[in-house]
């Protein structure tokens, strides 16, 4: 049976590495990537207009919560 054991993602300027030997270790730092990449694509989707970020990240929010 395969663990994840490792997770490596590029999201932002600064690339980020999380290394685990244990997924429960890893979660917080994946469900935080989930809420800002939906944020900012709910913003993409706007039109790219300010003045609704707390919308956007509260849907975000939301929307990963859902995953759980």
């Keep these: ?6 997770l490596v993602w ?3 300027e600064n690339p ?4 685990a030997t244990r997924i429960e270790s890893v979660i917080p730092a994946m469900l935080k990537f989930l809420r800002q990449d ?3 694509h ?3 989707a706007r039109g790219c ?7 956007d990240w509260l849907a975000a929010e939301s929307s990963v919560q859902g995953l759980l």
């Design 10 to 12: 590029a999201a932002h």
């Design 49 to 55: 207009k300010d003045g609704r970020a707390l919308d």
């Design 1 to 6: 049976q395969a663990k994840v054991c490792g």
């Design 16 to 19: 980020e590495v999380i290394v």
């Design 38 to 40: 939906d944020a900012y």
């Design 42 to 44: 709910r913003w993409k």
